[in-house]
């Protein structure tokens, strides 16, 4: 049963891909993408029924073949593949880095060691467990939402001949390689799942075909290969220091025994800088910002569930492994200060996407500045934000690429009360934000257990603490920006509803006359991420139990100890408690009664914005009288600190210092 | 919930706007003797707000009430977990949730005024949230926890001896939550400084009433958290606690507002240099 729903999981979305790329029909595609889709929610969910612990499992076979050799075979046919690509591209940087893996892999696999059989290939832990609850379920929501989005695309772009068999043949796919990724326990084999998914984002980036879209998925693959480079570094290195196979195996790889820290604390550096490429930290950001010319579904997958989480997850695996070295700190400071800088070149953003792009860049830095801190609480910490990144980003990808084409820019200054035109995705879109930024929600509870457990390492935490400062910055004026503006009328039509007015209007606003008119292939994925970003909130005790503890739990056996202690009430440790349930229930208190007291029929009086006496008779229109009687528009903007810290001033500035820790970080590695 | 809980949180709610309105008036007494007027009668805060109960609700946008009810709620719950004696940072959270929503309520107002006073509220937001976290981590790195019942169970000593340029830090940030010069840059209560009314220009009568109670709370909180760096007396914690507030005053009167770019580089900067030198400090004598 686990067995062959490990199967589903990996290759079920390879079959719906060929299968999505044979469908010329663009219903029977939708049909398969759907299918697909809930075939892989359904197993991840089995499995995290069926499976207690971790779980060892090596497939022989597949169809009379050796599954082993089938991976070897398909990863040089990849590399060759890619190969081609270079040459067609005529890039002598990526030829250079395609071979920089070619040959060193075919020198390991025919000459060091040939025929490596590592057992078990499939290590299922439950850090491995929740990325497949991750990958299957937000994954093929954003696999739904495209159905519909591909197909106003293409609209809007007037092809003569669909492209979407291409586009969706890459995007299932993608699932199944990270599936095969987040399972895999064979270094080999995990390399071909991640060289795949390097693969994947460059076809997706470059979708388009324009001379951007071409370009940026060049850059995105090149720094993606200096990653893969690394990791067949890492791999020859852990063999060549150990002289055995054994440790080809993440698991044996990561509890090596005290003698073996100094020879494996190389190939741990460079398997982390391959994480780090893989998920954009600096000074490789540019290639997930570039990645933003893709359609809106590949931002979504890229940032959210695959190949950003792949980077992520193998450093936060891995951690253990390197606990208590220079590494470990050293990973802590790279990434805080990913953190801190993608924070403020997300400031610096007025296009919505870009500051999506950021905002995942510096919360990936967290995540593995947490993984560098390598406590208990701050593997904790990493876990959760892993969860709720996922999903909060996943969703504001989704409302992003849903506004754009309803307002056809994605430009935040252009979302200004946009509350009063699309009521529903707007208020989702601020769910979304809120869910990022405030607690009691999961995402910022994670970054209370970061900066608890940064406490004894001070320029983390400093770091931590400043660009948690500017996120919260581009947060609240985002959300801000789409509840601005006058009065409307619209919403005067609105009878009370009585007893129920305060339920109706948490689900409705104060806007129930204008409908939402979207499918239900967009609204289906948006109000489910919705939900799911507070209902796992509120369910963080049960989360924490059920979910993260298990990963510590596996991370160090025998020396468990438990950080936190759960209650209804929330977490609470040694040295802090966060309180989940009581905030959340006063604050729905209070938006109670702000919505009581809203709704309430007495001598109000709506008003036009202050103009010092000189505001157009008509309210809803931004003008006041300016000189010779002339009405004039009045408008405003953020302030969005180029002076201080525009992308192009600053971003040389970050790339070295980013380029110097990571040149500490080898150097004190080889000494 | 035990009894001692209950009573700390009643005093929270009923208590706190009481000593936060006294402190409002004792403070525009203190301020017009300092400016050679008279002043108003200690009260008057408490007739000012009944008296914009009693006005006509004139709003723009409905964001503005769930926006002014929002404010209130999470200064309230801020003195509420402070009274419960909970987690710093969490409370430190709970305390942006509050100025988020005063954000949002004044960026959903379409006016200039009001939107220029929302950006520059989240400038200072920026400029004092990474300062009061570095604050509680030298607090923690002290006196190993977070939360305030374990310090006041397990340290035994007053924090300002251990903490004095942390104090200062937390200065920086008193200034600008009490909307004191020179960082009273969102909205100021010197109108010879003020463009129209900054972050509250579109908030009137009952709501505008609901915002200063809600001041008043974080007053409360704020002074509380200077009576932590001297828990141990309660006679040197009212001395501590009206000393900073009579600093708090003088400063504001002696000072000029600046722009948010002198505020934002250099406060940024002093608050680093003194937080590393306090942190080195503990760090020598945990050695």
Known sequence: MVDALIGISVLLPFIGAILCFLTKNPRGRAAIIVTTGVLLTLSSLLLFQNLHGPYLYTPGSLLGLNVNSLITFADFALLFIILGIAFKLGNPLVILLTLL?????AYFELKMAPHVEVTPAFYIDNLALIMNLIISIVGSLICIFGIRYMEEHEHHLHLKKSRQPRFFFFLVLFLGAMNGLVFSNNLLWLYFFWEVTTFCSFMLIGHDKTEIAIRNATRALWMNMTGGVAFVAAIIFIFYNTQSMEYLSLQALINHGPGLTTALLLPFA????????????????????????APTPVSALLHSSTMVKAGVYLVVRMAPGYQGTFLSTMV??????TFLTASALA?????????????????????????GINTPAAIIAAVLLIIFHAISKGLLFLCVGTIEHAIGSRDIEDMRGLYNTMPAVSRITIVGILTMMLPPFGALMSKWMAIESAAHIPWVVVMVALGSGLTVLFWARWAGLFVSGPHLKVFEAEENQGFFAPIVTIFKGFSAKSKWKDPASIKVPLVTLAVAAIVLSLGVPWLYTSLV????ASYKPGLFVKPFETGPMGLTSGVGAFYVLPIFLVSIIGYLAAVIAAKQKDHRV???????????????QPKFRSHLNSWKDYVAANIYMQEFIGEDKISYWINSIALIILIVLFGEVLR | MNMNDAIAVLAALFLAPLIGGLVAGLDRKVTARLQGRYGPPILQPFYDVLKLFGKEKMIVNYWQIVCAYMYLVANILTVVLLALQSDLLLIFFVLAVGGVFLVIGALAAESPYSQIGAQRELIQMLTYEPLLILVFVGIYLETGSFKISEIIATYHEPLLISLPLLFVVMGYALVIKLKKSPFDIATSHHAHQEIVKGVLTEYSGP??????????????FLLGLCALFWHTSFLWMAVLVVATYFGEVLVDNVCARLTWRWMLPHAWTGGLIMSFANYFWIFEKIK
């Open chain 1, 101 to 105: 893996q070619i040959v060193p892999l």
């Open chain 1, 270 to 293: 460079l398997l982390c800088f391959a994480g780090f490429t893989k998920a954009a930290q600096v000074p490789f950001q540019s290639w997930l910002c570039g990645a933003m010319v």
């Open chain 1, 332 to 337: 802590a400071t790279f990434c805080a200060f």
């Open chain 1, 347 to 371: 400031v610096n953003m007025s296009n919505g996407k870009k500051i999506l792009a950021y905002s995942t860049i510096a919360n990936l830095g967290l995540i593995i500045a947490c993984a």
């Open chain 1, 549 to 552: 503890d298990p990963v510590l």
């Open chain 1, 606 to 620: 709506f008003s036009a914005p202050y103009m010092c006496g000189e505001q157009y008779p008509d309210i809803s």
């Open chain 2, 207 to 220: 709501y505008l009433g609901i915002i200063e109670i809600s001041h008043w709370f974080e007053t409360v």
